[in-house]
């Protein structure tokens, strides 16, 4: 479907609102290419997975995925036979960490989902693999002692040397004919070697090498001579570790190597299946429901899902059934635009396989397109006025629907003459009609209520308005055409009674019996 019409039926803010409880990069990258279907059975599938997600969710929590990033590059490493560093063996291990929680997680729920079931169970596990990355890497830092004997028992030499500087050090440092020329009594490092500070008027008085010196000039660092020899021993054995360290992640990543495949296609099912955690999640947060594929459109209680729950007036609306064409008419502000966006972007959401909020047993049709011309798209730099805008849109709607597509209409035929445009209205409505594609409009024109009170398959609704109070109560009304009510407000709002009188006074007796 074209991006500009799930942009004014605002279907970007429902992806952005599913990017924020999707936890993988695959996930996400699902989420943000989302759109919705023109195919009836894939409609079924993804709605029957959210649904299946849901109960799983009710039954067994959340589903157990943590954050996982793209590891496409890490995955091609390992498929072409290449050793991995520590921090992406640790990500890998990641991902056979959460296909056997998943795992766990599917089974203990003792559910049998035939739809989101084949997910889980394709999901490859390895223990052993797992747990001895984990068990060898510590952290991205850090390699554990027990990763080999070998490490162990370098570290152990080197810790006993470590030791064996700092105590003759530390006799150095403490004795009556050195510690007169020392800056502080304390052992540090200087380019990985064991030091002592001294002052720099006492430098000939110690005996060794000079590794640095202060920024004030008035300390050296000198490693003795008696630790020389020591510090010899450490770097060598810190050459020895960092071999043995490079040598435990080759065979680490060899591991991974015969089990490439599997791992890769796991990487994908966790993403699958974050992506359907995330459409359960968002239908269990909004109080969704899973709809019904039919014929037409028929939703019951249905709200717009960017409006605050507590807020949100519900609508019945059904289009296809007994009529193909809707006219809504009503006062300002009344909700008329509301219920065009209400009944796309549920379309739009159902047919990207994500439950509705709406009560159960609502129908959608799922269309080969969803036409909207909703809002003012008048442009400045191609001297487009608000009508012209609107007819450009609505010539290409004309151009490129068919018996499949769903047309909605915002104040059709407004920004020109009103009776010119109120006939211009009525002569597209009735393409419309006759070409059999569902259309919903929105009209402040009377022409278009009586257009709907005579023509077979259109119907009048309107959008309710409480006059006491002035404020509207946003429900639906079908079969019923709505009044503008524009004395009565006017009236309410300070306009003199006698302008209001004088103002009636100009009504046709035709309208004023119509109304």
């Known amino acids: 479907m074209l991006q500009k019409y799930l942009d004014k039926l605002e279907f970007n803010v429902i992806i952005s609102q599913l990017l924020q409880t999707s936890h993988t990069f695959i996930g996400k990258e699902i989420i943000s290419k989302l759109s919705p279907s023109t195919n009836e059975d894939k409609v079924r599938k993804t709605l029957a997975e959210t649904s299946e997600a849901c ?51 599917y089974k203990d729920s003792e559910l049998m989902l035939p739809n989101i079931g084949t997910y889980f169970d394709e999901l490859y596990t390895n223990v052993d693999v797992e747990k001895k990355i984990f068990s060898s890497i510590i952290s991205e830092d850090t390699i554990a002692d027990n ?16 030791l064996e500087i700092k105590n003759k050090l530390n006799t150095i440092i403490h004795s009556n004919t050195y510690s007169k020329y020392l800056m502080d009594p304390v052992v540090t490092m200087r380019s990985g070697r064991y030091v002592i500070p001294v002052k720099d ?71 699958k299946l974050d992506f359907i955690s995330s459409k359960a999640t968002y239908s269990i947060s909004h109080n969704c429901s899973e709809p019904i594929i039919g014929n037409y459109i028929d939703f019951k209680y249905a709200r717009h899902p960017l409006i605050d729950e507590n807020k949100v007036v519900p609508i019945n609306i059904h289009l296809g059934r007994d009529f193909r064409c809707l006219v809504i008419t009503g006062p300002n502000t009344g909700g008329k635009t509301v219920t065009l966006k209400t ?64 047309v909605l209409v915002d104040e059709l035929g407004s920004g020109t003459d009103p009776l010119e445009g109120a006939n211009l209205a009525i002569s597209i409505l009735e393409y419309f009609k006759e ?14 209520k009586k257009y709907a009170i005579l023509t077979p398959q259109v119907q009048n609704a309107s959008v309710e308005f409480d006059l006491e109070n002035l404020k509207p109560t946003y429900r639906l009304l079908l079969g019923i055409p709505g009044k503008s009510n524009a004395f009565e407000i006017s009236q309410k709002l300070g306009i003199p009674k006698e302008i209001i009188s004088k103002a009636k006074s100009k009504l046709t007796k035709q309208d004023v019996d119509f109304e």
Do not use: W
């Open 343 to 406: 009944v796309g972007l549920l379309e739009l959401m159902a047919c990207s396989g994500l439950n509705i909020p709406a009560s159960e047993n609502s129908s959608i049709y799922v269309f080969d397109e969803i036409f909207a011309d909703i809002g003012d798209d008048q442009s400045i730099a191609d001297s487009l006025s608000t009508f012209s805008s609107h007819m450009t849109n609505i010539a290409s709607i004309i151009n490129t629907s068919t018996t499949n597509s769903l």
């Open 55 to 105: 109960t799983l969710i009710h039954t067994s929590g959340t589903f157990p995925i943590s954050e996982i990033d793209d590891l496409n590059i890490q995955l091609k490493r390992i498929e072409s036979g290449m050793s991995l560093s520590a921090k992406p063996l640790l990500e890998i291990a990641t991902i056979l960490k959460a296909s056997r929680e998943l795992s766990t997680y």
């Open 201 to 271: 008027e006492y430098r000939s008085q110690v005996k060794g090498f000079i590794h640095d010196t202060s920024s004030s000039g008035s300390t050296v660092y000198i490693e003795p001579m008696a630790v020389f020899e020591l510090n010899n021993s450490i770097g060598n054995l810190l050459v020895d570790e960092s071999r043995e360290i490079e040598r435990i992640l080759e065979n680490l990543s060899a591991l991974l190597y015969p089990i490439s495949g599997l791992i890769k296609q796991s990487y994908h099912i966790i993403g």
């Open 435 to 448: 070409n059999n594609i569902l259309t919903l409009a929105t009209t402040h024109y009377q022409e278009l």
């Open 147 to 162: 990763a080999s004997q070998k490490l162990a028992s370098i570290r152990r030499s080197r810790k006993n040397l470590e």
